[in-house]
Nanobody, 123 residues
Framework: QVQLVESGGGSVQAGGSLRLSCAAS????????AGWFRQAPGKEREKVGD????????????SYASSVKGRFTISRDNAKNTIYLQMNNLKPEDTAMYYC????????????WGQGTQVTVSS
């Protein structure tokens, strides 16, 4: 049974930082695409970013939503089978439930989802 478990959420003031973790069991992040999403109340789910492998590269690639680019960083530790979302310079509009997701293969077609962790940013 696949489980993705997020942790690290909480409440922080604007300008602060948080690091979210997503640990997997029954599934190996390995070279599979992995990502983070978020959903605020009354809004649709938004992709925060991906971390993935591709042909001809020697390190993982990342992509980010324009709203978080330059402030958020996705990383992975395959030895711990965990991915991370480092969030800096947080803004009130970053308040949301954050979910990690795992794909099968290099294409970011997500199959597995975590249960989410709440991030609340106050002004």
């Amino acid at each position: 049974q696949v489980q993705l478990v997020e942790s690290g959420g909480g409440s922080v003031q604007a300008g602060g930082s948080l690091r979210l973790s997503c640990a997997a069991s029954g599934y190996t992040f390995g070279s599979n695409c992995a990502g983070w999403f978020r959903q605020a109340p009354g809004k649709e789910r938004e992709k925060v970013g991906d971390i993935y492998w591709s042909y001809g590269v020697t390190n993982y690639l990342t992509s980010y939503a324009s709203s978080v680019k330059g402030r958020f960083t996705i990383s992975r530790d395959n030895a711990k089978n965990t991915i991370y979302l480092q969030m800096n310079n947080l803004k009130p509009e970053d308040t949301a439930m954050y979910y990690c997701a795992g794909a099968v293969g290099w294409t970011c077609d997500y199959r597995y989802w975590g249960q989410g962790t709440q991030v609340t940013v106050s002004s």
